[in-house]
């Protein structure tokens, strides 16, 4: 059937990830997963979808997170994991780190803002034992 309207964060079915982390905060809802072209992104999906999740996905491809109009309907829910990543370009790069992570995750909150609905934020770029810093 159509997912219900928004439901508040914890309120539903737990998927568990490799560190225990409950990563699906509602059952039966229409969900957005941001950053659906990255390793985390591109399997939360299937999960949600087995947890009667209707989910939209937002890939890089699909525009700038800083700026596009984020045109998702029936949205009760947003896992935000777009963002860029690498250390060593943020260094090279800090305006465009600045716009696409500070300015993305703006758009991403007024949208949410918006549609009433509830956000969860999700980083993990650093994986490993650093060995040099910055990490390369």
Known sequence: G????????????????SRGASVCPVENECV????????IGSHLPRALEGRNCRVFRHYRESGDIATCPLLFDDVGHVLHLA??????????????????????AANVREFCRRRNASITLI?????GIQKWRPVR
């Open 2 to 17: 159509r997912p219900r309207g928004p439901r508040r964060c914890g309120a539903g079915v737990r998927v568990v990830g």
């Open 32 to 39: 957005l997963v941001m950053g659906a072209s990255g390793f």
């Open 83 to 104: 963002g860029r990543t690498s250390v060593q370009e943020s260094w090279e790069q800090p305006r465009e780190f600045y716009e696409a992570n500070v300015l993305g």
């Open 123 to 127: 980083s993990s770029y650093v994986y």
